[in-house]
């Protein structure tokens, strides 16, 4: 992924994939779908599960979600 519009063009237009994400996380797919409109929601747990989930690099996950993410858990 170049950028994280491009992740959440990724899975806002891939209704399966976005629906076994959020199963994955425990959590509805409006619920994703919201989390990932606003990065600040999401937790450090959800996160690490995303990570994994689309094998995504440390610079990545970084750049996608530490800044909202360390602000909202510090």
Same mark, same amino acid.
């Given at each position: 992924?170049? +950028?994280?519009?491009?992740?959440?063009?990724?899975?806002?237009? +891939?209704?399966?994939?976005?629906?076994? @994400? &959020?199963?994955?996380?425990?959590?509805?797919? &409006?619920?994703? @779908? *919201?989390?990932?409109?606003?990065? @600040?929601?999401?937790?450090?747990?959800?996160? @690490?599960?995303?990570?994994?989930?689309?094998?995504? *690099?440390?610079?990545?996950?970084?750049?996608?979600? &530490?800044?909202?993410? &360390?602000?909202? +858990?510090?």
């Amino acid at each position: 992924m170049k +950028n994280y519009k491009e992740f959440l063009k990724f899975i806002k237009t +891939n209704r399966v994939l976005s629906e076994c @994400v &959020a199963e994955k996380l425990g959590i509805s797919s &409006a619920k994703l @779908v *919201s989390k990932l409109d606003s990065p @600040v929601l999401l937790t450090i747990g959800e996160m @690490v599960v995303l990570k994994q989930i689309f094998h995504l *690099s440390t610079k990545d996950t970084i750049s996608f979600f &530490a800044p909202w993410v &360390a602000y909202r +858990n510090y």
